[in-house]
């Protein structure tokens, strides 16, 4: 473990049962061949960049850099380098999202036409005891947020051609609610409310709604409208929870999620609410990947996709235009029933189906 605040690093190591080092000590370690890169937003491809020039593996932090132009320069290092990039969210790895991706590619509910996704909330103020980086340029629910719920579509339904968005801004400072801080003024300079059109490669035109400006509402996460049926999504921010699917108008079924890994209870929200957590999983996965020489799903090529995607959307409110994407990527590969890590081992599977 290494951070530049050697005294954070070596908290983080004592409490966790690690050794810390120094960054530089770390980069020049022979044996260590991955490095998870969780520095903010705006050092993302600065440190990933150090990692793959150490000759490293890097998996980083969504986003991948703070434009898309910064995140092609760090996949063409890296493919110079002979490394791979891997980057957050793994979201859609969890069982509430894999058993969606299998309804929709065993054409339960059709050909997808359209649906609605919103991301809704206050924001960060009331509980976060540093929020001036969510309400700044870079910042905002987009940026975010976005990451995981647009990452969830490409999933389910393959990449995206254009959008086109509007923006506003709800109030012009926000009030620290908890923390040394509280009661201090954070001033917003960004955007906090966005309406998106997302139209997919495949046909399919999706709404978006992410508000930093909203009570309280009764969203559905994920709303997905196929020509047999609908199928409602659990939040991607999280990796558990049932979604519901409807068969040409019938009454919401559950749909069952326990054939498959991830979708287990493991944390406790300030709310109280228990949820599946399993961040990191897909660390795991590109770790078995690189043993296996096969791609690894949440990968550079579709973190690339998704920050073109957000960056097109804040353009588009900008400008006022329709922006088309100019990348794309293969949706990613779906993961077997399992209950654990072994869905990611090839070998593992093989010889428990043996």
């Known amino acids: 473990m290494a951070d530049i605040d050697a005294s954070a690093a070596g908290a983080q190591a004592e409490a966790f049962g690690v050794r810390s080092r120094t960054v530089e000590a770390l980069l020049a370690d022979p044996q260590i061949g991955l490095v998870v890169n969780l520095t903010v937003p705006a050092a993302h491809a600065e440190v990933s960049g150090r990692i793959i020039e150490a000759g490293k593996h890097v998996y980083s932090e969504k986003p991948l850099g703070v434009s898309a132009a ?162 409602l999504v659990p939040d991607p921010n999280f990796f558990g929870d049932e979604p519901r699917v409807s068969r040409r108008g019938g009454d919401w079924e559950r749909v069952d999620i326990s054939a498959y890994a991830f979708g287990t209870p493991n944390r406790t929200l300030r709310t109280g609410r228990a949820v599946a957590d399993h961040r990191s999983i897909g660390v795991v996965d590109m770790v078995s990947a690189i043993a296996e020489g096969r791609a690894h799903r949440a990968d550079a090529g579709l973190a690339l996709h998704v920050l073109d995607v957000l960056e097109a959307i804040d353009a588009s409110a900008s400008s006022g235009a329709f922006v088309e994407i100019s990348s794309t990527c293969e949706r990613p590969e779906p993961l077997p029933a399992g209950s654990d890590e072994a869905v990611f081992d090839t070998a593992v599977r093989s010889a428990r189906a043996s």
């Open 70 to 231: 910064e995140a092609r320069r760090l996949i063409a290092l890296a493919q110079a380098r002979g490394v791979r990039i891997g980057c957050a969210p793994d979201t859609f790895l969890g069982a509430a999202h894999q058993a969606s991706r299998a309804l929709i590619d065993a054409g339960v509910i059709g050909t997808v036409l359209s649906g609605s996704m919103s991301v809704l909330s206050r924001g960060m103020e009331a509980w976060h005891p540093n929020p001036d980086f969510f309400f700044r340029p870079g910042g905002g629910p987009v940026l975010d947020l976005g990451p995981y719920y647009v990452t969830q579509l490409v999933n389910l339904l393959g990449p995206i051609a254009s959008v086109a968005a509007t923006s506003g801004m709800g109030h012009a400072s926000r009030t620290i609610g908890s923390g040394p801080r509280a009661g201090e003024t954070v001033p917003v300079t960004t955007p906090t409310s966005y309406s998106a059109l997302l139209t997919f490669r495949g046909g399919a035109r999706i709404s978006f709604e992410a508000s930093w400006d909203v009570w309280k509402h009764q969203r559905v996460p994920i709303e997905l409208y196929g020509t047999e049926g609908s199928l």
